[in-house]
């Protein structure tokens, strides 16, 4: 792992970059879920500051007071701490730092870096609508750019603009972008502060991220443009007092669905929350999923915690979007389903498995939920497969049978139970190496597949026609419970 003083990343317009602490940020707005376009985001910030052996920042930006609610923050906190991707210190709450960013509005006020603006509303539609009847781009020129003090109406209200520059170019050496550039004359005068003093996002971006000392903005690349009208307020600010250099700035390819288009729902769960709890998935699948979208280390598919840490930079992040695919995920969640704890698979599966078997008793039946995990496992996907493979060992008596189980026990099938009943009851033994032999050996007396047995076997201990192997099921059973169920479906 680099050590945080000895990083010194490239600049703009090639020179040295900072070699003080690496600072990085996710900046979510709480008006719904954690997206998982976010969770990647923010999963990249994660480790490009452990990679460093920086810090990673949260900080919620909840200026939208209509839409920022407690419900979204909490889910926010809890999709991130699932992921293991929590911030390093206590979040900062935007809104709480109004004050800390009309300050900076007035410092560039005062300093000749801004204005008030006296346009009304009415006026920009006007001269909105113009450029637009004229097939021009609109963009704010106002009046009151160079207006002396004297000339302001007493009492009327106004914005604070920039004065962004209107000659030559922006050039950011972005880290994953590349070099983009952008004439100047393309960027508005923008408003800080609104007409109620409150302010703008760009401004409470720009403040928040120096004041908590973040190196590097890494976000979606429908940020970029943002990134040309924020340096204006950095530099202007440098210029000022000094001490506010621009960031490094990485915009990284927002994530479509597998036919190329904008990820939505019919590409999957949008929101995290709803890979945990609707679909069962484990976080370090996520996690690894996530870190694969529009990232890579040579051909490696399963890629640890501590590898990605290691791995992990921004140099390898691909320009493009990145497809979700959700077979892909599940397929990468039985993966890791397989390498789990079997304890910590039944505590996770239990709830889930009490609302599919009324008989389960988590204080009771969590060791024998435990000793079925190493053979449940080998046949599911997720959690939900988990726990329905799982309903078997805790159903009640007379066991309800689904089509298919029924359709297989057949008169001469119920008479066949009757016969592996009396056999296997006679075994003292009750082990899977002993059930098998014992089995084995009566298919072989009446000269038949062992299949020909097992198959009303399975459908009268289990209700269905598919199960995990045959043996496993009768000593998770034990002998008692087996026998019971097997007596129930005999002729």
């Known amino acids: 792992m680099a050590s945080a003083t000895e990083t010194v990343f ?15 940020r996710f900046a979510p707005s709480p008006t719904g879920y954690l997206h998982i376009g976010g969770a990647r985001t923010a999963l990249f910030n994660w480790l490009f500051a452990r990679h460093h052996g920086g810090t990673y920042l949260l900080r919620i930006e909840d200026t939208d007071r209509a839409r920022s609610t407690e419900p979204a923050i909490e889910a926010i906190f809890d999709g991130l701490n699932w992921l293991g991707i929590g911030g390093d210190e206590a979040p900062v709450f935007q809104f709480a730092r109004s004050g800390r960013h009309a300050e900076v509005a007035a410092q560039l006020l005062a300093a000749g870096h801004a204005y008030r603006c006296y346009l009304t509303q009415e006026e920009l539609a006007a001269r909105r609508e113009k450029a637009q009847a004229e097939r021009k781009p609109f963009r704010i020129v106002s009046e ?13 209200p106004y914005v604070v603009r920039i004065k962004a520059p209107r ?6 050496d972005d880290l994953v972008q590349g070099s983009v550039t952008v004439q100047n004359a393309e ?9 109620d003093g409150t302010p703008t996002y760009m401004l409470a971006v720009v403040v928040d991220d120096h004041d908590m000392g973040v190196t590097h903005v890494i976000r979606g690349d429908d940020h970029l443009n943002n990134a040309f009208r924020q340096v204006v307020i950095l530099r202007a600010m440098d210029a000022i007092e000094g001490g506010w250099p621009d960031p490094f ?10 036919d190329g288009a904008k990820l939505s729902k019919r590409h999957g769960a949008l929101g995290v929350d709803a890979y945990r709890d609707e679909m069962g998935l484990l976080p370090e699948a996520v996690f690894n999923y996530l870190l694969r979208l529009g990232w890579g ?30 077979k892909k995920l599940q397929n990468l969640n039985g993966h890791y389903l397989r390498e789990a704890d079997d304890a910590r698979l039944a505590e996770l599966v239990a709830p889930r498995l009490a609302a599919l078997a009324p008989a389960f008793d988590a204080e009771r039946d969590s060791a024998l939920l435990e000793r079925a995990m190493p053979v449940l496992k080998v046949r599911a996907a997720d959690l939900n497969d988990l726990a329905a493979g799982a309903v078997f060992l805790f159903a009640t008596r007379p066991l309800p049978l689904d089509a298919k189980a029924q359709s297989l026990l057949t008169d001469e099938a119920r008479a066949m139970v009757t016969r592996i009943a009396d056999r296997i009851g006679a075994e003292t033994d009750w082990t899977s190496d002993v059930l098998e032999a014992s089995l084995k050996s009566m298919a072989e007396e009446l000269g038949v597949g062992l299949g020909k047995l097992a198959q009303p076997l399975r459908a009268s201990l289990t209700g269905q026609a598919t199960s995990p192997g045959i043996f496993d099921v009768l000593t ?7 026998l019971a169920r097997l007596r129930d479906q005999a002729a």
């Not at 998770?476 to 087996?482: I, V, W, Y």
């Open 10 to 24: 490239a600049g703009p317009d090639g020179k040295s970059g900072p070699t003080s602490r690496v600072v990085t």
């Open 297 to 326: 280390h040579g051909d490696e598919e399963i890629i640890s915690r501590d590898q990605a840490i290691e791995w992990f930079d921004i140099a390898h992040v691909g320009k493009s979007a990145s497809r979700f695919d959700l």
């Open 167 to 172: 000659d030559g170019e922006t050039v950011i």
């Open 187 to 195: 960027i508005d005068d923008f408003v800080l502060l609104r007409s």
């Open 249 to 258: 700035y990485a915009h990284i390819p927002l994530i479509h669905g597998s």
């Open 144 to 156: 009151w750019r160079d207006a002396d003090a004297a000339t302001w109406p007493e009492g009327q």
């Open 476 to 482: 998770l059973l034990g002998r008692d419970e087996s």
